[in-house]
Each structure stands twice: as C-alpha cells, then as structure tokens.
C-alpha cells in the first residue's frame, strides 16, 4: 500500500481528520490564540492523564479496536532506509495518519 493513498473519511470513523483539526483550530476559541499555545494530549477519554505533544509524524496505522491500533513506517520510509525491509511494512488495510507523541 502506497503511503499517499488517498483513503475514504469512514476508514477510521472514530478519528479527528487533519482537516477538521485545521478548521476547529480556525474558529471559535481557538482562533485567537497564539502559535506557541502548547497542544496536550489526554490519556484517555475521560482525562486520566496528560502529556504534552513532543512531536508528529506520519505513519500507516492498523486499528484494533475504535481506540487502540499498531502503527508502522510508510512505505516511502521503507524505501528509502537501510535499516527496514519488507517485513517492517504494514500490512493491508493501514491507514496514513499524522501520529502525535506525547513527552511521556
């Protein structure tokens, strides 16, 4: 699977899109903050926990369940590094996805 596939808007239904992060950011509260505004990430739906987001970065990912999933490098990763092979592509069905980590 290519890693710039484009895949339909119900193939993680659960999932906020890059679009509709960009449109929410644009409007309403969010509009007026500044660009230094740190983004935190909860640990679970009911705000167990927090971490900062220390970075993003695209992957292919395979859900579970609706709120858990593997995740694994794009194919165009793969191609162009020594250290993975083919047995580190994901398998069929991977979704590309803008993957969000947390400080800790």
């Known amino acids: 699977m290519s890693d710039t596939t484009d895949l339909p ?7 906020l899109t890059k679009g509709q ?3 929410m950011l644009s409007e309403g509260d969010f509009r007026d903050l500044p660009d230094d505004t740190p983004l935190i990430l ?6 167990n926990g927090y971490s900062p987001v220390s970075g ?3 992957a292919m990912y395979v859900a579970e369940t609706t709120w858990s999933g593997e995740t694994y490098p794009p194919d165009s990763v793969i191609d162009a590094s020594d250290v993975y092979g ?4 994901a398998p069929e069905g991977a979704v590309l996805v803008i993957e969000f980590s947390p400080v800790n």
């Open 9 to 15: 808007a119900t193939s993680l239904p659960h999932a």
């Open 21 to 23: 992060l960009v449109r």
């Open 42 to 47: 909860s640990k679970d739906a009911e705000g």
């Open 56 to 58: 993003a970065t695209l």
């Open 86 to 89: 083919d047995e580190d592509r």
